[in-house]
């Protein structure tokens, strides 16, 4: 559950889970996309039995060290007014790839 200043876009392969996306959530299935505007709090989460794959693009193109703080357990970053999730929403896990 976090944000940042670069638009998202979200595209998922295979799978599904959910998206929380500022006050709403839904459900998402491979062959959907999914835009986050800029500033907005979300979350993906894969709430199926398989392993869910996305492609995901930033607008402007950037920093996306977001990925690395969200897989070391370091987002929301210090100092932001974090708003709660959803009602209902899922726990986010995020794991890091084995290699």
């Not at 995901?56 to 357990?73: K, N, T």
């Amino acid at each position: 559950w976090h944000n940042q200043e670069q638009e998202e876009v979200y595209f998922i392969a295979e799978g599904e889970g959910e998206i929380c996306l500022g006050e709403e959530r839904q459900a998402i299935k491979a062959g959907q996309a999914v835009s986050i505007p800029s500033g907005v709090f979300h979350q993906l989460t894969n709430t199926g039995s398989e392993p869910m794959t996305m492609i995901y693009c930033y607008g402007p193109s950037g920093d996306v060290a977001h990925w690395r703080q969200e897989l070391d357990g370091t987002l929301p970053k210090a100092g932001i007014d974090v708003p709660p999730l959803p009602a209902g929403a899922a726990p986010q896990c995020t794991q890091a790839p084995s290699d």
